[in-house]
């Protein structure tokens, strides 16, 4: 029954992927879309229903003809990034795919044959959750992208209209992740790993301005990068004889797989943008906004952080492991210490994901069992409010048309529903009963009890409060209204509308059900890997719950204070200047002036180009020596 | 109930005084008359004052600065023209660019006289003001808000 | 059971001992500067003429954040008194403090936005010192809850002197104490208007205060827990730090937002790292 749901959720993106690119623009195409949609993420509740409590199961599924297959289009790709470099002229690009591609052909040659796969697929709780992840999440980031696309087209004529392949390129996204999270031969994984590297270069490069294609060009070096990283962990794989299945590796323990785990983990670092590699997360804004979501929450770099969490029993305790948890440290505080001085809000939704996943890639280096529950409550958490503020900005930058935060005051007023959405997924990121407060809890009690945590301790006390102050700006500018301004919702296509509730649904859901996920589904897990589970305690769960009930039922004072019956509106104190409703006031010499507020973003203190200055000198330091940790020693023996 | 007695928070506002009342003003503050003994505080800001002190006559510039800060005190509330200049105009009065005192634009309820206006007298004024404020109060309770 | 009672007395206790330290601080301060002050039951006074006052408004949902506010802050003081998880009571403390922000940003008005910018300055700069305090109790004495802190029995100041350090400096920041009263403060004349209340007038304000209150009794207990084996010392111990904020107060102007955060910042660091470092390298030896 597994085998069939498995080849499902992977194959049947695909069927999709390919019918968006033969059928035109036409309702048959978007209601494919949806339905496809629809199935997909009931396919991941379906894996979740059947499988959720039994444990880890390997799935045997003959390697060949697949492996054939795969064979022919890793070579595909990399002709089409062959030609695609030499056409922009992107030298860089052809030498990378050129050094990657012998690497695996030599690989799959030399060794490849000789190596015994007992099996090819499996499913655990891990991969359940991740496929939840992308099956809901990604299924509505393509349904909200119909209209979305449509829209956009509408507003930029002047970019080609190439709709057939972008939604073909997204579904094939989700297939490629589903293949990542249900691989257990590590060669399958790379080639799901190679094909999401592809696709994101496509889907940022959508627009083909320049900007848009040297930004591409730029994800595509970095990624190509770390799939050298993955492909020399395959052939110490064939060279040393260590097993190509991702379980016997794991269990082989530092002994065995530490070098092919930190050659894996550097891939991992540059898919899930850690800070040398964090501007390609930052360039790929320019592509629309369904693109930045999906690369954001749910799949892509949820594709680095999988591959560190997977191997964190290996890194747990070793020098390597912890320069990974270092870099992981230092891009969490400093990209959110970065995002305080930005006002366009997708690049400091980019921001706060680099230094979000920052923390996951802390947790799976520190590699405790304790880090890993948390590692994998922030993912989930991540995901969900992630994707929905992504998807809000991509819908009130249609109708202000603008994305800068300064921009969007009143819009409690201009978008009633669709601010309360933001503000929903804004607390969801870092306010207290929510679930990536209570993952940064889970990760900051991890981090105390590891050896050097000091370190991971500071970096998390001075982060949180850096967060605070970036989120909390933003919500406040959303609820501060000037003007007397008029709504503007009923502009807004339902469809949207309605992917947006159903995000904001589930970020409130999933916090209600954060227990249950993490009895479920998080401990099991753990529990299989590790001997040990950590848990919240029960206390502290009803004293969460009872907080989030408190915020929920809270804004029904607002039918007591509300209507203001009784009350006597006064105006806003303007050092005794009289003022009309839509802010307007005598300023010096009688001249009319109009009030504009503006957030601080304290630029002196947290520069963006000296805080990246010192991030990628820290982080490089760290990477090279994680590299060389285990270079030399290799080169020694 | 008497607390509105004893907590009155002032703002107070300088209409075209010459600064001799304001620096008396000011002078209640310091240790030798305390204020705050009797639980009074210079707010600085109408939303939190109860009773409105003005020095200094009103001219056209003031004029709307004046309405708007007394409007935007919350009830019950009282103003206090303090000095001569706040009473009527005082020496002022005929000027060209003067209107007179503060009532020409909003009701005054204590009027203390003075040039300046003593510290004294300027704890005086206010007592007298607690008085309006707590008849004031009491009306707002009557009338049911 | 006893554990809930204990959250319920603070709730219910909490504001009465609050509005008297406010009361004292202010008879204190007069005190200092030679004056004879207002009466230990000024700050009641206060409040009571506040609800007593019309009920305006500026923007109709300001209430609700206002609310918020005091509903939170409350609950993070029952949280702790109870007993509770002290990370636990932070967070909801934090999530108290971005409703009084986001009250103060929905009202739209430039003074209250400048006061709403600074009391967040002030939340950034304060919450890693807060944050490491717990994680200092939880080295120390192995829990982070406080039922268990209290039960120590050893003195922690002793194992934690350079984080008692970082927390004092923290705490005048945390009191709305001069040099650090950058967001809004008790005495007006050195305020951008009011900051963050500028415009809240009545019940609001009233509710502003008890909020006041019921925080300032949440830090006093976390200062009580540094000193929680002797309830003497500890009572001693906790009017000397009050005293000493209050000179503080008293004898420093208001430092520009740059300064307080980076000095904060700075003593945290310092402080903490001196002082924690001990643990891991003790506890790898």
């Given amino acids: ?637 | 109930m008497a607390y509105m007695k004893r907590s009155p928070w002032i703002i107070h506002y300088d209409g075209s005084s010459c600064n001799g009342c304001d620096i008396e003003v000011l002078a209640c503050l310091t240790p030798l008359y305390d204020v705050e003994r009797f639980g009074i505080i210079n707010t600085g800001n109408p939303k939190h004052a109860d009773i409105f002190v003005v020095t200094g006559s009103v001219n056209e510039q003031g004029r709307q600065v004046i309405r708007n800060i007394y409007d935007q005190m919350p009830e019950p509330k009282v103003v206090a023209a303090f000095g001569i200049c706040a009473c009527s105009g005082g020496i002022f009065r005929e000027c060209y660019n003067v209107d007179g005192g503060i009532d020409q634009v909003i009701p005054v309820d204590v009027y203390i006289p003075g040039c300046p206006v003593r510290p004294e007298q300027i704890i005086d004024g206010i007592v007298r003001a607690l008085g309006v404020l707590e008849e004031k109060l009491a009306k707002m309770k009557e009338d049911g808000r | 059971m006893i554990a809930w009672l204990y959250g319920i007395a603070f709730v219910i206790l909490a504001p009465l001992l609050g509005g008297l330290v406010a009361g004292i601080d202010r008879r204190v301060t007069a005190r200092m500067q030679g004056r004879v002050g207002p009466p230990i039951l000024q700050s009641f006074y206060d409040v009571g003429k506040l609800f007593e006052k019309e009920r305006a408004y500026v923007r109709a949902s300001q209430n609700f954040y206002i609310l918020g506010y005091l509903i939170f802050i409350a609950f993070s003081g029952a949280l702790f008194f109870a007993g509770g998880d002290l990370l636990l009571v932070i967070f909801a403390l934090t999530l108290s403090h971005i409703f009084l922000v986001i009250g103060a940003y929905s009202v739209t008005s430039p003074y209250a936005l400048i006061g709403a910018e600074r009391e967040l300055i002030q939340l950034m700069a304060v919450e890693p010192m807060i944050i490491l305090v717990s994680v200092g109790f939880y080295l120390a004495s192995g829990s982070f809850y406080v039922s268990e802190i209290a039960a120590y029995g050893g003195p922690l100041i002793l194992l934690l002197p350079g984080v008692f350090i970082g927390f004092f400096y923290a705490l005048t920041m945390k009191l709305r104490k001069s040099p650090f009263d950058i967001a809004t403060c008790h005495h007006a004349h050195q305020e951008i208007v009011k900051g963050v209340t500028t415009e809240f007038s009545g019940s609001t304000l009233g509710m502003v205060e008890i909020a006041h209150w019921y925080e300032a009794v949440l830090l006093i207990g976390i200062t009580w827990l540094f000193f929680a084996w002797n309830p003497l010392v500890a009572v001693v111990a906790v009017a000397l730090v009050y005293l000493a904020e209050i000179f503080i107060d008293n004898t420093t102007a208001r430092a520009k937002w740059g300064f307080a955060l980076g000095s904060i910042w700075l003593v945290t660091l310092v402080s903490t790292v001196a002082n924690l470092a001990v643990f891991y390298i003790g506890g790898m030896a």
């Fill in chain 1, 1 to 637: 029954m597994s085998l069939e749901l498995l080849l499902f959720l992977i194959l049947f993106p695909l069927l999709t992927a390919v019918l968006c690119l033969v059928l035109p623009d036409h309702p048959i195409r978007r209601w494919v879309i949806r339905v496809s949609g629809v199935l997909i993420g009931a396919g991941a509740v379906y894996l979740l229903v059947t499988s959720y409590d039994s444990g880890m199961r390997l799935i045997d599924v003959p390697h060949e003809p697949v492996g054939m297959i795969m064979q022919v289009i890793v070579l595909a790709i990399a002709l089409l990034v062959l030609y695609l470099g030499v056409r922009y002229r992107k030298p860089l690009a052809v030498g990378l795919i050129l050094v990657q591609t012998a690497l695996v052909q030599y690989f799959e040659f030399q060794y490849a044959p000789g190596l015994a796969m007992e099996a090819n697929l499996f499913v655990d709780e891990f991969s359940i959750i991740m496929a939840l992840i992308i099956g809901v999440i990604g299924s509505l980031i393509c349904i909200y992208a119909i209209s979305y696309m449509r829209c956009y087209h509408e507003h930029h004529p002047e970019i080609e209209d190439r709709r057939r392949s972008f939604f073909f390129i997204m579904f094939v996204f989700l297939s490629a992740m589903f293949g990542i999270v249900f691989s257990n031969n590590l060669l399958w994984f790379f080639f799901f790993w190679e094909v999401t590297t592809l696709a994101s270069f496509l889907l940022i490069g959508y627009t083909r301005t320049e900007e848009a294609t040297n930004n591409a060009f730029l994800a595509l070096h970095m990624n190509l990068l770390g799939g050298i990283g993955f492909a020399l962990a395959l052939l110490y794989i064939g060279v040393t004889g260590a097993p190509l299945g991702l379980d016997r590796l794991v269990e082989g323990g530092a002994a065995v797989a530490l070098v092919p785990a930190v050659l894996i983990a550097f891939a991992g670092l540059t898919k899930s943008a850690q800070l040398p590699f964090s501007s390609w997360l930052l360039g790929a804004m320019v592509a629309p906004t369904p693109v930045s979501a999906l690369l954001h929450s749910s799949t892509m770099v949820k594709a680095g952080v999988y591959a560190i969490i997977k191997f964190a029993p290996v890194l747990s305790g070793t020098v390597p492991g912890l320069m990974v948890a270092l870099v992981g440290g230092t891009t969490f505080f400093l990209a959110s210490a970065m995002a305080i001085t930005q006002s366009n809000a997708k690049r400091m939704l980019a921001y706060s994901t680099i230094a979000n996943l920052g923390l996951v890639v802390a947790c799976g280096g520190i590699g405790t069992y304790e880090a890993v529950w948390a590692a994998i409550l922030l993912i989930v958490f991540h995901a969900v409010a992630k994707s929905l503020l992504f998807l809000s900005v991509g819908t009130v930058e249609h109708q202000i048309h603008s994305r800068d935060i300064e921009d969007m005051d009143g819009l409690i007023v201009k978008m009633p529903r669709v601010a309360a959405m933001i503000l929903i997924g804004i607390t969801g990121m870092f306010l207290a009963p929510f679930g990536m407060l209570i993952s940064k809890w889970a990760s900051l009690r991890a981090f105390i009890d590891a050896p050097g945590g000091l370190v991971f301790v500071l970096l998390i006390a001075f982060g949180s409060g850096v967060t605070l102050f970036f989120w909390a700006k933003w919500l406040g500018r959303l609820i501060t209204r000037p003007l007397d301004e008029e709504n503007i919702e009923g502009r807004v296509k339902t469809e949207e509308i309605s992917v947006l509730f159903a995000l904001s649904a589930l970020v409130i859901g999933v916090c209600l059900l954060f227990p249950r996920i993490a009895h479920s589904l998080v401990e099991p897990y753990v529990l299989s890997i590790y001997g040990m589970v950590t848990q919240l305690g029960q206390d502290n769960e009803i004293i969460m719950i009872l907080m989030l009930a408190m915020i929920l039922v809270l804004p029904l004072t607002m039918l007591y204070f509300g209507n203001g019956r009784d009350r006597r509106k006064l105006d806003v104190y303007m050092s005794g200047r009289a003022t009309t409703p839509d802010m307007h006031f005598k300023g010096s010499a009688g001249i009319d002036r109009q009030l504009s507020l503006h957030n601080y973003y304290l630029e002196g203190y947290f520069g963006e180009g000296k805080l990246m200055r010192i991030g990628v000198a820290v982080s490089v330091l760290l990477v090279l020596t994680m590299l060389e940790l285990i270079v030399v020693p290799g080169v020694l023996a």
